[in-house]
């Protein structure tokens, strides 16, 4: 007679805890109100995320003085120095970023998210949001529309705002990295903080966030790679050791550090709802095949896949960004401070109904912990990182490609592997290679996710024909690690 009773004090005791959790996570406060911004004046880029004091847009140094010459109209890579403008102007895709942001699809994609209505800005923290990384400025114009200065994405996006340098820059080496910092002129120099300039918009920061919401109405996904991306953007700079072997696979290591401590700096600001935009918890940080389909023609062994990631409610943590803990565990420094921190972190955000102060608190220590490993003499620095490291690596990811359907590790792999060698590469490796490409680039009338698509129609490989690439890539990795 009683057990209806004690079912009924079970559900009202279970429903209280229920609700006591959701107001924990949902009645956080904001992560401002402890949020170690002396780390992002530590990475030089500080400056980024206040264009608003003093922003005095591209034309400014267009000068044939400054930076304006040769003329518009003959502006190739090789040009002078001081032709960096017209370079920008006529070959920078960032110089096209506003005109995407104006775009029939980009207003389909803010009307979809409530950003705009009727033809009208109704959510400026949100519109805001997506000017951070698509336009120098963020303040609005008097048509309540256009900012005060619609150029794309400008010099001062990366190099920082304007007001308190551009009289002064010039003076070069005079001005030491504390002067540049405190005038809020970034360093693009060094290859990490180059990569942490690239990462602030091409993996997210605290004061902008390309989360699921955007992705599902309609924003490609993010996918940065700092090798690939370098390789073919139009340069307004030249690199004195862009010939050396190595440059390539500095270039890969620079952006995976980089892009762990962007994506740790988001998850914090997601869990600390420190953004009008950010949810809690946050679909974009765990990987997209696990709710969206697999690739096709990649091998699918269950006996190998991890049990504990297809639990219900348990998928795994998205890692595209976070791959350089598993870089730094490869190379030869010894983190296991670091790397508990991490696995810390990882085990909470793939438990149901991750705690998100507890997260931001995680989040922040694993931070701490990350930049002092990468700093150096004071500032931020590439750990040691040789070809054979990355060799060794690039086979590991091979192996682990061959054991997953994930579309991450594939890319992953190939892009850990294109890093491994010069543009004058080796025959049989390049072969292998062109292979497996075809196999991670989605179709060109793929709808929902967003991902890198063929050019052409391309004719994906068949499961032995992959599974032959992986081992040929693999082979030829060992042919030159004997050279």
Request: with cysteine.
């Amino acid at each position: 007679m009683l057990r209806k009773p004690v079912q009924l004090l079970q559900l009202v005791v279970a429903l209280c805890w229920f609700l006591a959790v959701a107001d924990r996570t949902l009645g956080q406060s904001s992560s401002k109100d402890f949020f170690p911004d002396d780390l992002v004046a530590g990475w030089g880029t500080n400056s980024l995320y206040h264009m608003e004091h003093g922003v005095k847009g591209a034309a400014s140094c267009a000068t044939t003085s400054c930076h304006g010459g040769p003329k518009a109209g003959v502006s190739v890579e090789t040009a002078p120095r001081g032709s960096e403008y017209p370079l920008w102007f006529e070959l920078d895709p960032h110089a096209q970023s506003w005109k995407t942001i104006s775009s029939e699809k980009s207003v389909q994609i803010m009307t979809k998210l409530g950003i705009m209505r009727a033809g009208k800005i109704h959510d400026l923290a949100g519109y805001q949001n997506c000017l951070a990384c698509h336009n120098t400025d963020k303040n609005i114009g008097r048509d309540q529309i256009t900012p005060a200065i619609a150029e794309g994405v400008g010099c001062e996006s990366c190099h920082g705002p304007s007001q308190r340098w551009y009289d002064r820059h010039y003076q070069g080496s005079t001005m030491d990295l504390n002067a540049r910092n405190n005038l809020g002129l970034t360093d693009s120099k060094p290859l990490l903080q180059r990569a942490k300039i690239c990462v602030t918009c091409h993996v997210g920061a605290k004061d902008r966030d390309m989360n699921h919401d955007i992705i599902a109405a309609g924003h490609p996904a993010l996918y940065f790679d700092m090798a690939v991306y370098h390789e073919a953007y139009p340069k307004h700079w030249r690199d004195r050791d862009q010939n050396r072997t190595d440059f390539r696979s500095q270039l890969w290591l620079a952006g995976k550090m980089a892009a762990a401590d962007a994506e740790l700096e988001l998850l914090e600001s997601r869990a600390g709802k420190s953004l009008p935009v950010s949810v809690w918890p946050e679909l974009a940080n765990y990987q997209c095949n696990s709710c969206h389909v697999t690739l096709d023609g990649l091998p699918k062994r269950a006996i190998d896949l991890d049990r504990e990631n297809l639990r219900l409610g348990r998928a795994p943590v998205r890692l595209w960004n976070l791959a350089g803990f598993e870089v730094l565990a490869t190379s030869d420094s010894e983190e296991p401070e670091l790397m508990a921190h991490w696995a810390s972190l990882r085990k909470l955000l793939q438990s149901p109904n991750p705690d998100a102060k507890l997260v931001a608190a995680k989040t922040i220590q694993l931070r701490l912990r990350w930049f002092e490993t990468l700093t150096k003499n004071g500032k931020p620095t590439l750990p040691d990182w040789s070809r054979q490291n990355q060799l060794e690596l690039s086979s590991a990811l091979l192996r682990d490609t061959e054991r997953s359907n994930s579309w991450e590790t594939a890319a992953g792999a190939y892009t850990a592997v294109w890093a491994t060698h010069p543009k004058s590469s080796d025959g049989e490796l390049e072969a292998a290679m062109n292979t497996i490409r075809n196999g991670i680039l989605f179709p060109k009338d793929l709808l929902v996710p967003s991902f890198p698509r063929s050019k052409k129609d391309t004719i994906p490989p068949t499961l032995e024909e992959w599974n032959a690439s992986l081992d040929r890539a693999a082979a030829a990795l060992q042919d030159l690690d004997r050279r």
